[in-house]
């Protein structure tokens, strides 16, 4: 029997979180997250987990990566500032292969920016903020609903793929109340033990889909977790090249030869669309709704939605540019995704940018005046 | 320093010959990247040392670090190990710790690892008084990026981002870490071996927060500087330069400056944090937190 609740967008990530298996959250408050911190205080002790207010972000990010290595899985929520502070440690977690989820409920910004609006400006943050290459997985809830579900999913993903994976929420997603129905059974992804014995057994090993079996601390396996260059054996080896190579190119594919499992994307009406409103977030509901409007004044308007905005769904956004004249992207950013979709659909179909900043939804009709500007 | 090494094919039984307590380390990566005369060979004795006298379990260790010279120290111990950012170390070691309080978790670090960019960490970690063992080797300037001024670098002391002699204030470590709520704290030198062994078993067995602070010689970077060119010379100035927190009643404030006081400083009784959160646990769920729970949920 489902549950049905009418909760605030933190509280659904929050309780998604309990649902997904997370037993530890190191935190540093800030609006508009706080909530995700405050409901995890009162429940993860009533669960036999453990929740911990750190002295700032910097440490919050580091407590939940060795908490991971301890074998519980790790939470942390925050936004645009103190995911800039966190960005260095996301880095180390890319590299040492942590499973773990970090929130970003994304304000207005840059800078301290408007602490209670909504933004997207931690788009390309989430994408390229830590130094060197990787691939993040970042999902985009629209719905208090989705906050919950992708809470989950991001538990799920990182755990599978043995990366920290940002749920990319917006302060809009964060702070509103909708009805959600909660599942009696949420399906989980368990951490896999080693099957080898310790002295056989490479931590960092060169296997041919990228993610090995994590053992943790106190196991017996005494592993070196380093965010250096290691071999497999995760040992520091910082001056060959091939190592490097073998070590950072194995990370990066890991994510992107396994695209299709974790890409996710909906769409809606584009068979016969001239154009398609993209978003992802809380914007995602202002195209829906220009979309409904658009369609009953004969405008043949499609949408895609895009659950993970990374790895990015080129094939998708390639698909539908394909079959219509124009494509419109939808943020509240001065154009951060725009550019992705610009790289791969502008040679099928003409790519249009409606910003908004400011901290507000992007109002339907205001969308909806630009496209009769393309008509 | 040098930057980083490769483990190239190497002779153990020279090693096991001269050292009792090379059974801990892992073989294949000797030999170290530390410069002959560095103060952490002695440190690492002095801590092997103080670990089998304590009567802990090696297989229940586990070693956090940062960045730096000293940190590399937990890569060569046949433990698990956690060599983390710069900085961050406690961090990290809170987070294992509180994750799994079985865990006996120890952290290296150094001077600027936890005084200057760690700073903040340091005085939290201290002030929840959580289990955890700091070993902070204070070589009183940065050895990993050559030879820069650290927090703890001596007024007028030369390095290569102070020319002209240093003109900042250094930290006085146990000050720091007492104010700051740490129930065990200790500074020896690399020439108190075996007083230092003793005070790191000390720290392993006190439940708390404990901080032992062992100032150590920089040869390459700190005495080339500082016309003190040899390990033997550096070890010789600890020495003299040395004396027992008993006998500092009698010295001036001025003549304190040139002194390095040794002994163990704190040593009390405090509730300890990951206690408190497993009583908090016990409280609302009825049972301790779940160990290793990501394999089971």
Not at chain 1, 61 to 71: C, E, L, R, Y
Not at chain 1, 257 to 266: P, T
Not at chain 1, 290 to 303: A, D, E, F, P
């Amino acid at each position: 029997m489902t549950k049905e609740l009418f909760i605030q967008g933190n509280e659904a990530c929050a309780r998604g979180a309990i649902e997904a298996g997370c037993r530890f959250f190191g935190g540093y408050p800030i609006t508009p997250s706080t909530e995700i911190a405050e409901y995890l205080s009162t429940t993860l002790p009533e669960v036999s987990g453990s929740f911990i207010q750190m002295e700032d972000e910097l440490s919050a990010i580091g407590a939940v990566i060795a908490a991971s290595w301890s074998g519980v899985k790790s939470m942390t929520a925050t936004s645009g500032p103190g995911f800039s502070l966190m960005q260095e440690n996301i880095g180390f977690a890319m590299m040492s292969e942590t499973p773990l989820v970090v929130v970003d409920v994304q304000r207005g910004s840059p800078s301290t920016g408007q602490p209670t609006m909504s933004g997207q400006g931690d788009m390309m943050q989430a994408r390229w903020g830590s130094h060197g290459d990787y691939e993040p997985i970042a999902i985009s809830p629209s719905s208090v609903q989705e906050f919950f579900d992708f809470t989950v999913l991001g538990f799920n993903l990182a755990e599978k793929y043995r990366v920290p994976v940002i749920i990319l929420a917006d302060e809009v997603i964060g702070h509103m109340r909708e009805k959600v129905r909660l599942p009696d059974n949420v399906e989980t992804f368990k951490r896999i033990m080693p099957k080898e014995d310790p002295k056989d057994f490479l931590p960092f090993k060169n296997v041919r889909n990228g993610t090995n079996p994590m053992p943790a601390f106190g196991d017996g396996y005494n592993i070196h977790v380093t965010g250096l260059t290691h071999n497999e054996l995760g040992y520091p080896i910082t001056i060959n090249p091939k190592v490097h190579s073998n070590l950072v190119r194995r990370l990066v594919n890991k994510i992107l030869k396994n695209r299709k499992d974790i890409v996710s994307c909906d769409f809606k009406y584009c068979d016969d669309a001239d154009i398609v409103l993209i978003s992802y977030g809380s914007p995602v509901r202002s195209i829906m709704e220009t979309v409904k409007i658009g369609r009953s004044s004969g405008i043949k308007l499609g949408y895609l939605k895009i659950n993970t905005p990374y790895p990015f769904p080129e094939d998708e956004v390639v698909k539908i540019a394909k079959n219509v004249n124009d494509l419109m992207v939808v943020e509240m950013n001065l154009g951060q995704m725009f550019h992705e979709i610009e790289r791969v659909a502008s040679s099928n179909a003409g790519v249009h940018l409606f910003s908004e900043i400011g901290g507000t939804l992007p109002k339907p009709n205001d969308i909806l005046d630009r496209i009769l500007e393309l008509l | 320093m040098v930057e980083d090494n490769e483990s190239t094919e190497t002779d153990f039984i020279t090693y096991e010959e001269k050292n009792p307590y090379i059974k801990y380390f892992r073989k294949d990566r000797l030999p170290t990247i530390f410069c002959s005369g560095c103060g952490i060979g002695i440190t690492i004795n002095s801590f092997l040392k103080g670990f089998e006298s304590s009567g802990m379990d090696f297989n229940n260790l586990s070693l956090v670090s940062g960045i730096g010279c000293s940190s590399r120290i937990p890569g060569y111990l046949n433990c698990d190990s956690l060599h983390t950012s710069h900085g961050r170390a406690l961090s990290f070691a809170t987070g294992l710790k509180v994750g799994n309080p079985d865990l006996d978790v120890v952290v290296f670090t150094g001077d600027g690892d936890a005084a200057a960019i760690g700073g903040n960490h340091l005085i939290h970690a201290a002030r929840r008084n959580i289990n955890l063992t700091v070993i902070c080797i204070n070589n009183n300037i940065y050895g990993m990026t050559g030879g820069q001024i650290s927090p703890t670098s001596p007024e007028g002391s030369l390095a290569t981002t102070a020319p002209y002699g240093s003109i900042d204030t250094p930290f006085n470590l146990i000050d720091l870490v007492t104010a700051a709520g740490a129930t065990f704290t200790g500074r020896w030198t690399t020439a108190h071996p075996l007083q230092l062994s003793n005070s790191i078993k000390n720290g392993l067995l006190n439940n708390g927060f404990s901080f032992i602070e062992v100032v150590s010689q920089c040869p390459t970077y700190y005495g080339r500087k500082n016309k003190l060119k040899t390990p033997v010379s550096m070890i010789k100035m600890f020495k003299e330069s040395s004396i027992n927190k008993r006998k500092v009643g009698t010295l001036s404030e001025k003549e304190l400056l040139s002194k390095i006081v040794i002994g163990e400083f704190v040593n009390k009784k405090r509730e300890e944090f990951s206690n408190k959160l497993e009583n908090l646990s016990h409280k609302e769920s009825g049972r301790n937190t779940i160990r290793k729970s990501a394999y089971i949920l």
